[in-house]
């Protein structure tokens, strides 16, 4: 079974930044793309970012481009999310999620590809 953990949420004023952090158990972490949600109350799971298995490709929402970045360390088995010019309208649960194995990367901004999901991390920003 894997387990994700998300850390690194709190509270923060607009224009900050924090770094979320996603650490993975098990032995195969650099098998796999990853990728970060969030979900804000009353809307839909929506995708924020993925990264390919050896972090060389990442894909974004066009909402966080520019401000967010993703990246992974495969020695570590932890995917990061950095979160730069935060806006309250960021406020959300963040979660990082493993997809199902076999998922072609096109498909990682669909929640539906994936398999396993962290528990989350309250992101909140202050206006």
């Known amino acids: 079974q894997v387990q994700l953990v998300e850390s690194g949420g709190g509270l923060v004023q607009t224009g900050g930044s924090l770094r979320l952090s996603c650490a993975s158990s098990?032995?195969?972490?650099?098998?796999?793309?990853m990728g970060w949600f969030r979900q804000a109350p009353g809307k839909e799971r929506e995708f924020v970012a993925a990264?390919?298995?050896?972090?060389?490709?990442?894909s974004y929402a066009d909402f966080v481009k520019g401000r967010f970045t993703i990246s992974r360390d495969n020695a570590r088995n932890t995917v990061y999310l950095q979160m730069n010019s935060l806006k309250p309208e960021d406020t959300a649960v963040y979660y990082c999620?493993?997809?199902?194995?076999?998922?072609?990367?096109?498909?990682?901004?669909?929640?539906?590809?994936?398999?396993?999901w962290g528990q989350g991390t309250q992101v909140t920003v202050s206006s």
């Open positions: 999620a493993r997809p199902v194995v076999g998922s072609p990367y096109t498909a990682l901004a669909d929640r539906r590809s994936y398999a396993y």
């Open positions: 098990g032995r195969t972490f650099s098998n796999y793309a």
């Open positions: 990264v390919s298995q050896s972090g060389s490709t990442t």
